[in-house]
């Protein structure tokens, strides 16, 4: 399974950015997705998730500027952030609760987290 994230860079605050990740091999469904991140020196935090009702969950900090959306076709989420400011800088990762297709026996393992590589977002003030 990979999770390949991408929309990161440099962008100046009060400006846009669009994360997005594509979850692919050996899937059978993909549950939660989400966006984490962690900020220079400090732990990693929840972003966003999204459920696959659609149901969507936000962390304070950026509840009303960032909107997290999938396409469950494409086994993709994304991440719109709106009004940036200098605090959302961080490396941002994507994960998701998955069932993949055991390779031994044809069944399916339990789901788990898996994580993507982290994306980095720099925003200037």
């Known amino acids: 399974v990979q999770l390949q994230a991408s929309g990161g860079g440099l962008v100046q605050a009060g400006q846009s950015l669009r994360l997005s990740c594509i979850v692919s091999?050996?899937?059978?469904?993909?549950?939660?997705m989400g966006w984490y991140r962690q900020p220079p020196g400090k732990q990693r935090e929840l972003v966003a998730d999204i459920g696959v009702g659609g149901d969507a969950n936000y962390a304070d900090s950026v509840r009303g500027r960032f909107t997290i959306s999938r396409d469950d076709a494409k086994n993709t989420v994304w991440l719109q952030m709106d009004s940036l400011i200098a605090d959302d800088t961080a490396v941002y990762y994507c994960?998701?609760?998955?069932?993949?297709?055991?390779?031994?026996?044809?069944?399916?393992?339990?789901?788990?987290?898996?994580w993507g590589r982290g994306t980095l977002v720099t925003v200037s003030s």
């Open positions: 091999g050996g899937i059978f469904s993909v549950r939660t």
């Open positions: 994960s998701a609760k998955i069932v993949v297709y055991d390779a031994n026996t044809g069944g399916l393992l339990p789901p788990r987290d898996y």
